[in-house]
Nanobody, 126 residues
Framework: VQLQACGGGMVQAAGSLRLCCAP?????????MGWFRQAPGKEREFVAA????????YYADSVKGRFTISRDNAKNTVYLQMNSLKPEDTAVYYC????????????????????WGQGTKVTVSS
């Protein structure tokens, strides 16, 4: 499964961007989906996740209230709407598919995600 990410770019602080992610050759509805990010010199961290149905969503505290994850299974795409962006949101953002145990805080466990996109860069200037 290849994941095609789109929507990265440069924006000023307080601006907005929308990222998208679509798997090739598999229906996105088969998977829960997650977004992670890696800032320069830092480890990759969890950002947001969404269940297969879209009913349940999960966010890192650092983005709660500013970012919204959603999915359109008819369009085979998952989105990350990022509002009120801050310079500390600057990172490479990765989407990933999840089809694991759904136990505990499953959405934060990176090694349980199966397929990863190539990443899309987001730069927020002050």
């Amino acid at each position: 499964v290849q994941l095609q990410a789109c929507g990265g770019g440069m924006v000023q602080a307080a601006g907005s961007l929308r990222l998208c992610c679509a798997p090739s050759r598999r229906a996105v509805r088969r998977y829960a989906m997650g977004w992670f990010r890696q800032a320069p010199g830092k480890e990759r961290e969890f950002v947001a996740a969404i269940s297969r149905s879209g009913v349940s969503t999960y966010y890192a505290d650092s983005v709660k209230g500013r970012f919204t994850i959603s999915r359109d299974n008819a369009k085979n795409t998952v989105y990350l709407q990022m509002n009120s962006l801050k310079p500390e949101d600057t990172a490479v953002y990765y989407c990933a598919t999840y089809d694991g145990s759904y136990a505990g805080v499953w959405f934060r466990i990176q090694h349980e995600y199966d397929y990863w996109g190539q990443g899309t860069k987001v730069t927020v200037s002050s």
